[in-house]
């Protein structure tokens, strides 16, 4: 049975996001489309592993069930065995390309512009709970990649310039004859650039890219839940030749409160009461996550584990709108230690009542 794993097989992080799979995806089903590898067993194969992994990887349902469980997925990889042409959204090559269309020579540009824009930088933020609850701004270090500052992102020394390729004469791609049609493939001497750098820049090896930490300012909405993603367009890495930049996605790590645990939008406390207090009801203060208190009255007779709500009281929603409410949850304190006289008066409580607690308990099991 297979076992590659699915992002090995697009090449890809797991904390890849969808653009990025869909890129990949893209890029190698047009290498190994059985259009474009006409006899070639191995290439259909591979074809159909990266067609697969990104049938599961591009569906966040399933790619998050795939994340808790791989192997679910791949008894299924037999399935793709038995018609050649079933190539499932993609039937052939002009379906493929059929927006970029960069195979044939044509539309470069297109490719070009895509290719130019600069990734996507993720990065975690940790958060004070006071902080995460009230919104805060903050500064957050970003490794981001930038155009070279000695040559300027050309990637060749200073005073000299790339060359542009003899092997493609510049167009980046090489046609090839392949039975019925020609067809274009990325230059292998320049990659695809169109350019050939002779003395490469001692700043960056050539690249015309340099890996440095950029301080971003980032605003944390209040009530920012732990584990939530904040898009800040455009602050990941500098785009190539002019491109875009790429996004800065803040991960937040909001720090957990001893007391108040989150659910939702809503903050659940275990808030002590004495089982007097329980028994004859009573007007008690209770701690709100936002550091203030209200006062909440617990009706005679509340029982251990009871919850109240107080509305508003919980942490507010990131987007704006209602905010959460905070549930207060009864814990009864039982005294561990007695005074004679609190024994005694307890015991003349038991005289009093004269109860059998469990009568209903015993009741509903002999029933049984
Ligand atoms: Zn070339
Ligand atoms: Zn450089």
Redesign the pocket.
Known sequence: METKDLYQILGVSKGASQEEVRRAYRKLARKYHPDANPGDPKAEERFKEIQHAYEILSNPERRRQYDQGPQTFFGGSQDFGGNRRDFGDFSNLSDLFGNFGDIFGRSTQQRASTSLRGEDVTVSVNLKFSDALKGVTTRVGVPVEEECGQCRGTGAAPGTFPKT????????T?SQDQGFFAFSSV?S??????K?IERPCAGCGGSGRVRRARQVTVRIPAGARDGMKIRVPGRGSVGKQGGPAGDLYVVTRVEEHPVFKRRGDDFVVDVPVSFVEAALGARIEVPRPDGGTVKLRLPAGTQDGKQFRVRGAGAPKPKGGKPGDLIVQVSLVVPDKLTRREREILEALAEERNEDVRAELFRKTRRL
């Not at 390729?165 to 980046?172: D, I, L, N």
């Not at 001497?189 to 169109?194: I, L, P, V, W, Y």
């Open positions: 390729c003899s092997e493609c004469g510049g167009r980046g090489r230059c001497r320049c990659g695809g650039t169109g050939v």
